[in-house]
């Protein structure tokens, strides 16, 4: 059964993640990604942050299909570092489709007027600049690519290759690999890294919600340090349900 362009029923989703993972269990990332694109033809984009890691997944793509939609969530708070990242991953790497995603101006206008919410209400600032233009856009595509992985904290610790999220599927190449596996892949192909990973930030997100990680923190420490807070709520828990704020 193919996807249909409003997406799978939610029951169908969980029956064809938990097919797929039984599939490709313990397959490489790159078959997991080849499979993704095959069994999705024209349905499928990756959702990258151009952060840490993020290389070691857009040249796996690259490789496979450089005009698949590369969908950046700009919240228009990145740090400069990010975007001039992602503009030389893109002639690097010859990705010809990346796709910058932003918030609504008639959002930001309303609820964040002065770019100070992400201060009162980070979960609030998260959904207006990250959730909801993305969700403007998932419609395009039933299946959608993450970079994310397992050892990148508590949340994530218990991630399938592919997971159905309602009706639609979210795919995660790289989630089974360890930090040890990624940084030998960048270094085996002497792919650059992000300019702020040698000052200390193993995940890097907005300018005002993003601090360095000391050695030992986990990798995702510094994101809304002393906050509580974890996801910024476009990724789904293992189990199903949307992290949405909490």
């Excluded at 793509?61 to 503009?87: G, K, N, S, W």
């Excluded at 910058?100 to 959002?107: E, G, Q, S, T, W």
């Excluded at 360890?178 to 193993?202: C, K, M, T």
């Amino acid at each position: 059964m193919r996807l249909e362009r409003g997406g799978l029923l939610v029951g169908a989703a969980l029956e064809r993640s938990a097919a797929l993972n039984l599939a490709y269990r313990g397959a490489q990332p790159q078959d997991v990604l080849a499979g993704a694109l095959a069994e999705f033809p024209g349905e499928v984009a990756l959702v990258s942050s151009f952060g840490a890691d993020s290389v070691v997944l857009l040249e796996m793509a690259a490789a496979l299909d450089p005009d698949l939609p590369v969908l950046m969530i700009d919240t228009l708070m990145l740090f400069e570092e990010t975007l001039a990242y992602q503009r030389e991953l893109a002639v690097l790497l010859g990705l010809r489709n990346v796709q910058h995603v932003l918030p609504a101006a008639a959002d930001l206008a309303a609820l964040d007027p002065d770019g100070q919410l992400h201060a009162t209400d980070p979960d609030a600032c998260c959904v207006i600049r990250k959730v909801a233009p993305l969700d403007r856009v998932a419609g395009r595509w039933p299946a959608m690519i993450s970079g994310r992985k397992r050892f990148q904290g508590p949340t994530r610790a218990a991630l399938g290759h592919f997971e159905a999220d309602g009706d639609r599927m979210k795919i995660n190449p790289l989630a089974h690999w360890s930090a040890e596996q990624v940084r030998d892949y960048i270094a085996a192909r002497d792919l650059p890294r992000h300019p702020l990973v040698a000052r200390g930030f193993r995940s890097i997100g907005c300018r005002p919600c993003t601090t360095p990680v000391a050695e030992g923190e986990d990798d995702r420490a510094g994101r809304w340090r002393g906050t509580g807070k974890t996801e910024c709520g476009i990724h789904i828990s293992a189990d199903g349900p949307v992290l949405r704020a909490s």
